[in-house]
Structure formats: structure tokens, C-alpha cells
């Protein structure tokens, strides 16, 4: 592990990244992504992607950047943390109205649909985020609500 990646996952459990952020990383990540530059997980092994879903109430798209691990059946699952937050995400209501939505990893765009994780492939899919980055385990400290978890898969 790289010193990058071990000054993330210790800032990562604190209530500074929490506060930092939605206000500068998740903006970075999406300038970076308009620009070509390098996003804010370059240097570490933190796998990030783009999920693009359909807004329950306007019906424009919005584009968050987020971590994604593999899935067993190939396709990737993303937590709804909010950064540990009192309230689900925008894109974890998004997708339970709408199911559909567009995800970019490694440089690839597909189309995908969207399936709540429920049961014990829930608790091995939350030790793995946990166990990629130790700050999921203090966002569970900040709040009593469950962390929404999807399979993002190819239709």
C-alpha cells in the first residue's frame, strides 16, 4: 500500500472526510471526469466509478462518483454511505423508483439495472467495502439508518 493510500484510509475515518467530501472530492472526481484529468483515487487501489441515474423528480440525469467493488455474478455493487450521513443518497431514491441507469468503470459505459442486496450476501458485500476502505465502518457509527447496497448488472 502506498503512503496515498494510507493517508486515505486513515483520513477516511474521520468526520472531516465526512465533511470534505461531498463539498470537494465528489466535485473533483466529477471536474476530473469532464477533463481527463486524474480523479481523487488515483494512487490507490480504490476502485472508482460513475453512476448515472434518472432523477425521481425532474427526470434529468445526475452523475455521482462512487466506489464500486466486484460483484459475484460480474457486476458491481455500490453503497449508499451518504458519507455516513442521516439520509439515503439522491441516487439511492433514484434507483428505487427507477432501476435503470449508466455506469462508467474503467473507462467503459453500460447500461445497468439496479438490485437491492438483501441477506447475507449483504453482510460479505459490506465486509468487503469495509475491508477496502476502513472509513464505511465509521460512517456506520454516525447513524442508525442501513446503508443501501446495490448489484449494478447488464440487463
Not at 483515487?41 to 453512476?51: D, E, K, M, R
Not at 459505459?109 to 477496502?132: H, L
Not at 465509521?138 to 446503508?147: A, G, Q, V
Given at each position: 500500500?502506498?503512503?496515498y ?6 483520513i477516511?475515518?474521520?468526520r472531516?472526510?465526512a465533511?470534505?467530501?461531498?463539498r470537494?472530492f465528489?466535485?473533483?472526481?466529477l471536474?476530473?471526469?469532464r477533463?481527463?484529468?486524474p ?15 434518472t ?6 440525469p ?5 466506489l ?5 455474478d ?7 454511505t ?7 443518497p ?25 438490485r437491492?442486496?438483501e ?9 468487503q467495502?469495509?475491508?477496502?476502505f476502513?472509513?464505511y465502518a465509521s ?10 447496497l446495490?448489484?449494478l448488472e447488464?440487463?
Amino acid at each position: 500500500m502506498n503512503p496515498y493510500e494510507t493517508f486515505a484510509r486513515q483520513i477516511g475515518r474521520t468526520r472531516l472526510l465526512a465533511w470534505l467530501g461531498p463539498r470537494l472530492f465528489t466535485r473533483f472526481d466529477l471536474y476530473a471526469r469532464r477533463t481527463g484529468m486524474p480523479d481523487s483515487t488515483s494512487g490507490t487501489n480504490f476502485p472508482l466509478v460513475y453512476l448515472t441515474t434518472t432523477r425521481r423528480r425532474s427526470g434529468e440525469p445526475r452523475t455521482v462518483p462512487l466506489l464500486g467493488i466486484p460483484a459475484d455474478d460480474g457486476g458491481t455493487v455500490v453503497a449508499g454511505t451518504n458519507w455516513g450521513g442521516p439520509q439515503d443518497p439522491g441516487w439511492v431514491h433514484n434507483l428505487r423508483v427507477d432501476p435503470h441507469a449508466v455506469l462508467e468503470r474503467a473507462g467503459e459505459t453500460i447500461d445497468v439495472t439496479a438490485r437491492p442486496v438483501e441477506g447475507p450476501d449483504y453482510d460479505r458485500y459490506w465486509s468487503q467495502f469495509v475491508d477496502m476502505f476502513p472509513g464505511y465502518a465509521s460512517y456506520r457509527t454516525r447513524t442508525d439508518r442501513p446503508f443501501a447496497l446495490f448489484v449494478l448488472e447488464e440487463p
